[in-house]
């Protein structure tokens, strides 16, 4: 059964960087394609971005263009998600997800298979 563990939340003052991670256990994350999403209080859970499971392909949603970079090692079991210049509004938890199938519909209802969350903080 694939398990997924994000890490690397923290606080940060605007302006600044975090590098989240993704690891999964039991199972090669390699054939998988792997979203990042976060939800803030109030609010949905929204896609941020995804990435194919061989790591040549990405999309990003509008807000985070330019901004956060999502990379993958298959040889570490894990996905990152790069933010910088980092916003009061990216303020939420942080969840990777996986599917089998194409990077391009970065929409929460097709993942099956949830991390429990990580939590980013963007105040000064």
């Known amino acids: 059964q694939l398990q997924l563990v994000e890490s690397g939340g923290g606080w940060v003052q605007p302006g600044g960087s975090l590098t989240l991670s993704c690891t999964a256990s039991g199972i090669t994350l390699a054939i998988y394609t792997i979203g990042w999403f976060r939800q803030a209080p109030g609010k949905e859970r929204e896609g941020v971005s995804c990435?194919?499971?061989?790591?040549?392909?990405?999309n990003y949603a509008d807000s985070v263009k330019g901004r956060f970079g999502i990379s993958r090692d298959n040889t570490k079991n894990t996905v990152y998600l790069q933010m910088s210049s980092l916003k009061p509004e990216d303020t939420a938890i942080y969840y990777c997800?996986?599917?089998?199938?194409?990077?391009?519909?970065?929409?929460?209802?097709?993942?099956?298979?949830w991390g429990q969350g990580t939590q980013v903080t963007v105040s000064s």
């Open positions: 997800a996986a599917k089998v199938g194409s990077y391009r519909r970065c929409d929460r209802q097709d993942f099956s298979s």
């Open positions: 990435i194919s499971s061989g790591g040549g392909s990405s």
